[in-house]
């Protein structure tokens, strides 16, 4: 067995309200206090956690900030004052264009990177959400998927509906990440989803998989939202979960576990490259077999 490597891991849940972003960050940050205060070492915070932006089409411009910014700033306080990273996703005013934005804060209260959500909520005929909701009508997508060298852990960062495509989680864990963090707004009442692709993408990338998710229904807009916020091992199980209310769930994991995961299966060691030469490809350049 592996000398264990402890880290105190967090998720904080709330329900952001559009309208009310000072209170919500008011809100956020005596969450960070209780994470603080159990000695935790990582915080994953919801998605656009200042404001879900849906209650008109105009409002995500008034919740959108530079960062660094007023919250980051805020957040960074209590990163420094407790020593730990914090990471969640909120609306950035870069220059003329607007992200959904994850800055990675570290425990000196440096911004160590911002991951842009990749891939973007574009679901304009689903049946469960008046309306349908265009993303990119919003946001701008990243093109990058960085994994972040922290004292505690290499941490790679995800976003909501990331969680759905495979390739972003390898990629992660190809580059080396121990620890990939998911801030969500996952809509209600994709539950069963939620937990099979968290569990899914953590046992197939042997790592621990961190994912916190806006709680409740944002009540100017009536979207539902599954919470849940959990953590979940590198052999797939679930060991730590959030009550249906907003809170913060804290556990410690052992870093060294997905070494022990990937020595019972050497599942990286075993993938053959050659046989997946179309997986990076745009669909219609891949060649349809009959």
């Avoid at 505690?152 to 121990?178: H, T």
């Avoid at 197939?204 to 959990?230: D, H, L, T």
Wanted: charged share 25%.
């Amino acid at each position: 067995m592996t000398t264990a490597r402890p880290m105190t891991v967090s998720a904080i849940q709330i329900t952001a309200e559009d309208g009310e972003k000072a209170a919500t960050v008011e809100k956020m940050l005596g969450f960070l206090d209780v994470a603080g205060r159990r000695g935790s070492k990582l915080v994953v915070l919801p998605e656009v956690w200042t404001g879900l932006g849906y209650s008109s089409d105009e409002a995500y411009l008034e919740i959108a900030e530079p960062i660094p910014g007023p919250t980051t700033d805020l957040v960074a306080e209590k990163a420094r004052e407790y020593n730990m990273c914090v990471v969640g996703s909120i609306y950035e005013k870069d220059g003329n264009q607007y992200y959904n934005s994850s800055p990675l804060i570290g425990p000196d209260g440096v911004i160590i990177g911002k991951y842009w959500k990749t891939h973007l909520f574009d679901a304009p005929d689903r049946p469960d959400i008046k309306n349908g909701i265009r993303e990119s009508d919003h946001v701008r997508a990243g093109t990058e998927l960085p994994v972040y060298q922290t004292a505690a852990a290499k941490i790679g960062v995800s976003v909501c509906s990331d969680l759905r495509f495979p390739e972003v989680y390898r990629e992660l864990a190809l580059k080396g990440a121990e620890v990939i963090v998911c801030a969500s707004a996952f809509l209600s009442p994709r539950f069963d989803h939620w937990e099979f692709f968290l569990r899914a993408r953590a046992t197939e990338n042997q790592c621990w998989v961190v994912a916190s998710g806006q709680y409740g229904v944002e009540p100017k807009s009536g979207i539902a939202f599954v919470g849940r916020s959990m953590v979940i091992d590198p052999w797939g199980t679930v060991v730590a979960t959030a009550s249906d209310e907003e809170g913060v769930i804290t556990t410690e994991i052992d870093l060294n576990f997905a070494d022990e995961v990937k020595r019972r299966y050497p599942l990286m060691d075993q993938r053959r490259p050659e046989l997946y030469g179309n997986i990076g490809k745009p669909k219609d350049q891949v060649p349809l077999y009959k």
